[in-house]
Each structure stands twice: as structure tokens, then as C-alpha cells.
């Protein structure tokens, strides 16, 4: 599976290609924590979501 982030105007929207879609997020690691819970449920064993979500948090520069 793969999610992405789709970014439009103020909010970002997760989506999975499985057809799931999280709820929108004011900011992008809401969105990716949204992906990653989604993953953890829907498609144990991957990591894409998880992986997204602990870049994004390293560039942001906090935990
Ligand atoms: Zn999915």
C-alpha cells in the first residue's frame, strides 16, 4: 500500500491507495499521524505511513 498527503489551500488530506481517506488536518504531521494509524490497522507490516511520519518529524525538528 501507499499513502500521500494530498496539501489543497489550508488543510492536508491523507489518502491511501487502498480507497481509505483520513480526515482533513491543519498540518501535515496530523495528516501523516492520521496515515499512520491507518496503516497500523488497515495494513499491518508496512511502513510507509511510519516512516513519512518519523521524516517528517525529524525535519520538523521535534519528536
Ligand atoms: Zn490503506
Given at each position: 500500500?501507499?499513502?500521500k498527503i494530498d496539501a489543497g489551500g489550508m488543510t492536508y488530506?491523507?489518502?491511501?491507495?487502498?480507497?481509505?481517506?483520513g480526515l482533513p488536518s491543519t498540518s501535515?504531521?496530523?495528516a501523516l499521524s492520521d496515515a499512520r494509524h491507518h496503516e497500523?490497522?488497515?495494513h499491518p507490516g508496512d511502513l510507509q505511513a511510519a516512516?513519512?511520519?518519523?521524516?517528517?518529524r525529524r525535519r520538523a525538528g521535534h519528536s
Open positions: 500500500m501507499r499513502v488530506l491523507p489518502l491511501c491507495d487502498c480507497g481509505w481517506r501535515r504531521g496530523g497500523r490497522r488497515a516512516k513519512a511520519l518519523a521524516e517528517h
